[in-house]
């Protein structure tokens, strides 16, 4: 993948990884939390993080469905599926 020598592009025709999506994403809420940009400078980094976070659940949903068809088969030959659950550590 050819490394973007403008991050804030996202324009390219390689898509990012969904670890390089959130990388950016994190640098644009800090950026927009620091509130010292102008207000243009802002709204431009706010559609593009709007942007990122659909790509970034696109890429989650695929990731669930793939997860679903990796379930097998039953004894019919019927695709097993349960729903994917995050799981979280108490």
């Not at 243009?40 to 469905?65: M, P, Y």
């Amino acid at each position: 993948m050819a490394t973007n020598p403008n991050p804030s592009d996202t324009s390219t025709t390689d898509p990012l990884s969904f670890e390089d999506t959130v990388k950016r994403l994190t640098e644009i809420v800090q950026s927009l939390e620091r509130g010292d940009l102008p207000l243009e400078d802002s709204l431009r980094l706010f559609e593009e993080g709007i942007s990122l976070t659909q790509v970034s659940q696109q890429k989650l949903d695929a990731a669930q469905k793939k997860v679903e068809q990796l379930l097998g088969l039953d004894d019919e030959g019927k695709a097993q599926t349960a729903p994917f659950e995050a799981r979280r550590d108490s």
